[in-house]
């Protein structure tokens, strides 16, 4: 299927292009971030099933952990993302291996293709961050042909995920009025169905990641270093607050503390839709 280019003025909408600096700042660090959720993808894309000679879209591709997998079973994968750097990392990632996949800058509220482009596309735990969530919904939905498949993974509304955000929140400004959505109501069916119901027949299934680190001080570093959210904030912080920042993430994960290490269970749905 044809993926033409539709005619757009910009890559990145100019509300997202701060987003994309913020995604954008963990380079190919963010992999470790991946590597973190690669139970996840598998999940996945087994559920999606893809097909050799299918043309299948990533969206918002991180360092493309999951194109990789998909193009591993002979699919024809295209990767997008607002964020240059990850994109940069995942072209690395994927000549590594000799893996032919396109990565391209884009957005998921307006996505730079036709109608129809692609048989199936995947996303996991990416466009449940998008600030528009019903655009990005409708845009998912758009590119999809008729007959073809979404896969998500989403973190649960009351995951630890979510809770791991609620220790950043304390560091943060007080969000504007009114506040955007939180990419954490994709973690709960129902919202699912308002936001795909419509385009796509949806089934759900439930699954665990786990989060693994030799010590709770390890998390810290891959997301102060790697996570854009986290770096970002640490970055923005004084050095006491920072600090205390550190010591709270820690905190946290060390409540997952087992005789290795930390094993911290990451709650997610892994929805999976067909186009009506």
Known sequence: ????????????QLHNERAAGVWSSGGRQYDEISRGIADAI???????DPRPGERILDLATGTGWASRVVARRGASVVGVDIADDLLDAARVAAEVEGLPIEYETGDAEELPFENGAF???????????????ERAAAELARVCRKGGR???TTWLADSSVFEMFQVMKAYM?????PAPASPFAWGRTQRLHELLGVPFQLRFEKGVSYYREACADDAWGAFSQGYGPTRALAN????QRREALRDDFIAFHAEFSTDLGICVPRDYWMTLGVRR
Do not use: K, W, Y
Request: proline share 13%; hydrophobic share 40%.
């Open 1 to 12: 299927m044809s993926t033409q280019r539709a005619t757009v003025d910009r890559r990145v």
């Open 42 to 48: 598998e999940h996945c894309v087994r559920r999606l």
């Open 119 to 133: 048989d199936a596309v995947i996303s996991t735990f990416g466009v449940m961050f998008a600030s528009r969530p």
């Open 150 to 152: 979404v896969a998500l």
């Open 173 to 177: 400004p007080p969000p504007p009025s």
């Open 236 to 239: 923005s912080l004084d050095p």
